[in-house]
């Protein structure tokens, strides 16, 4: 029993040794020495808030520290006696686009210095080297640095954690693994702790000699990654590297991945403004040119697309014109078809408006059927009362302590271009900036008679602007609507100048005419003339305009209006229908089924047989026009009982329809 006594001392007394070994401190006066020479990495914080919001924000919830501090706390860095200044470079995200650019250290008595030049970095080791202006710590010396280093030994990490000033905690260096691509160099791995904002600052030994630049967390482990500090000297002097390893896939394009490289050098030494500006021109100009590239074969033109893979894809052989516009995809069995979002929330709004939104790609798709007391030409001029409109379903907030307030308005966008597709649509591109997350909305926005149809995104400003600005042009092609509005609806969109809207190459050339007698409508592709004795046709009338597509030598695909339905006096004992529509000949390839439908209307089997019908308390009649490449459809619908006068109105509307 003594003897199991003894023992059970000596376990503990052994234990309680390890547990001290593991828990080293740092001596009074290193620990003193690494605080005068590790320092926080901060950025200006952007006064001006463009946003609007429910109500006024409860800044004073915010803690203390943070509502009264002008800077952001974003890493750490430390100087060397070398007397240069270290950090991580993806602290400092030199390629990268952000919202704000004034960057600085900040020292422990918090005196503020700003980053002046760039000296050397690479992005793939994760280290960047700089000086700054004017700097005058006289008791800051800088920290020696060892090149050696021994696993299983004690090791310090110190850095501005969470962003709350300057700690040092203790770990071990567990091991070392070599870095993932080509193994050109060895990760130190090390158990001490390393939260946000540690990024940039060193590791160090027990002597307060830096061994490493904290770098990464491992995501599955209680293990944290430092770049060995020898490994800075592995880059030539005076030059910046950036090695960026990347996946791109086109947002409607399920099937593939795209693995690329983005390698580029810069002449050292510059200012960081210099630096910053000039990365991320080189990065967006290969961005774009990579996407053009990939994207090539998936375009209408492209050896990929339906229109050389699928001659005979039921894509080509129906007429658009729903209530919200579908999106061409490849899905994941590789097979082309049209989609919309899968659920769709409606926001009822005043004077007849409303948003349908759904989501769908990583983008938000909203339809808005605008009021009657805002015309399109509004929405085109002003894209704050757009955005402002759409916010109501986007529901974005602002975390303030523990409370989100939501925000009511985007204020006035920040970048607006436009984009012309490959149907001859004019898409309107607007920006807006959300600078407390530093993120951007970016909107891709096509007016249409009845309202305006949108993709909006909602990301970090860098993959807005280098990342869903391609995406979205490419996606754009993909889209289609047709045309849907009342009379006068339609006749405000056919006027709105060219100037502030071109209009779309499908209406390039088409009129809405109304005289005493008769209402024309003129397309480039038919002409329709509505007696009124036929239909009484007046500014609340529906017209809805819809479209097929077709090959094209040059482009690939075109679009063509097919479809032409009239409505006056919806819901009303006059209620009268008419119907146009023009059916191309299926591809040879085409489903049997597509085939079967197509032969029925030439046929002219019933009800295509030009004789009037009653059903369902209303009175129809179609007449079919066979060609060698196409039938067409003309159809009249009275409410009620009219088969005295129908086949004869049928008949006045026939003779006057103009093919072009």
């Known amino acids: 029993m003594k003897k199991f006594s003894k023992l059970f001392i000596l376990i503990m007394l052994l234990s309680c040794v390890i547990n ?3 828990q080293e401190v740092l001596k009074p006066k290193i620990a003193e020495k ?8 901060v950025y200006l914080k952007i006064e001006e808030d463009p946003l609007s919001y429910e109500k006024e924000l409860p800044l004073d919830r915010i803690p203390y520290a943070e509502r009264m501090d ?28 952000t919202q704000a650019d004034k960057f600085y250290i900040r020292t422990q008595n918090k005196n503020i210095y700003k980053i002046k ?5 690479a992005t793939d080791r994760d280290f960047v080297i700089f000086d700054v202006e004017d700097f005058n710590e006289p008791k800051a010396k800088g920290l020696d640095f060892d090149e050696n280093y021994v696993t ?15 700690v040092m905690r203790n770990g071990l260096l567990t091991s070392t693994t070599p870095e993932s691509r080509h193994g050109n160099w060895l990760w130190l791995r090390f158990s001490a702790a390393a939260s946000p904002g540690n990024s940039g600052g060193p590791l160090v030994t027990p002597q307060g000699k830096v061994i490493g630049i904290v770098a990464m967390k491992n995501s599955s482990e209680n293990l944290n990654y430092a770049l060995p500090i020898k490994e800075t000297k592995n880059v030539s002097d005076c030059k910046g590297e950036i090695h960026s390893e990347l996946y791109y896939n086109l947002p409607n394009i399920s099937t593939q991945k795209f693995y690329h490289s983005f390698d580029f050098e810069i002449d050292l030494p510059k200012s960081i403004e210099e630096v910053r500006n000039i990365c991320y021109n080189a990065f967006h100009d290969y961005t774009e040119k990579f996407v053009e590239k990939t994207s090539a074969e998936y375009k209408y033109s492209g050896k990929k697309s339906f229109t050389h893979t699928d001659k005979g894809n039921i894509i080509y052989t129906n007429s658009y014109n729903m209530s919200f516009p579908y999106t061409i995809c490849l899905n994941e069995k590789n097979k082309w078809g049209c989609y919309s979002p899968s659920e769709t929330s409606e926001l009822k709004l005043d004077k007849n408006s409303k948003i349908t939104a759904g989501g769908m790609l990583g983008l938000v798709m909203t339809k808005l059927k605008k009021p009657d007391d805002i015309s399109v030409e509004e929405y085109i001029k002003n894209p704050k009362l757009l955005i402002d409109t759409l916010a109501k379903v986007f529901v974005l907030s602002r975390p303030v302590g523990s409370e989100k307030i939501n925000i009511t308005s985007f204020g006035q966008p920040s970048y607006t271009s436009t984009h012309t597709d490959t149907f001859g649509r004019t898409w309107l591109i607007s920006a807006f900036t959300i600078p407390f997350a530093d993120y951007a909305l970016y909107n891709f926005s096509l007016p249409l008679p009845d309202g305006i149809y949108s993709m909006t995104g909602i990301a970090p400003t860098h993959h807005i602007f280098c990342g869903f600005n391609f995406d979205m042009e490419f996606l754009s092609d993909f889209v289609l609507t047709g045309y849907s509005s009342t009379y006068r609806e339609m006749q405000e969109y056919l006027n709105i100048p060219e100037e502030v809207y071109p209009r779309h190459k499908v209406l390039e050339n088409a009129s809405l005419l109304q005289t005493e007698n008769e209402t024309i409508l003129k397309t480039d592709f038919f002409s329709l003339t509505f007696p009124k004795e036929v239909i009484n046709i007046d500014e609340k009338s529906e017209i809805n305009l819809g479209i097929s597509v077709r090959p094209d030598n040059q482009k690939g695909l075109t679009s063509v209006i097919s479809l032409c339905s009239v409505e006056a006096q919806k819901n009303t004992n006059d209620n009268t229908l008419i119907l146009y529509s023009k059916q191309f000949k299926p591809h040879e390839d085409s489903a049997e089924e597509t085939f079967d439908g197509y032969n029925k209307i030439c046929s002219k ?8 019908f009653e059903n369902e308390q209303k009175t129809s009649v179609f007449v079919t026009d066979v060609k060698e490449d196409s039938v067409s459809v003309l159809g009249l619908i009275y409410k009620g009982s009219r088969m005295d006068v129908i086949k004869e109105n049928v008949q006045k509307v026939s003779e006057k329809i103009q093919e072009n």
Do not use: C, R
Request: proline share 3%.
């Open 152 to 166: 299983n030994s004690s090791v310090f990490a110190v850095g501005n954690a969470q962003g709350e000033g300057i």
């Open 70 to 97: 002008k800077y952001d706390s974003i890493g750490t860095a430390f100087l060397l006696k070398d007397h240069k200044f270290y950090t991580a470079a993806h602290v400092l995200n030199l390629q990268n686009k």
């Open 117 to 121: 030049n760039i000296e050397k970095f």
């Open 605 to 612: 089997t019933i009800p295509y047989d030009g004789n009037p």
């Open 20 to 22: 001290v070994s593991a």
């Open 34 to 41: 690494l605080s005068l020479n590790v320092f926080e990495i």
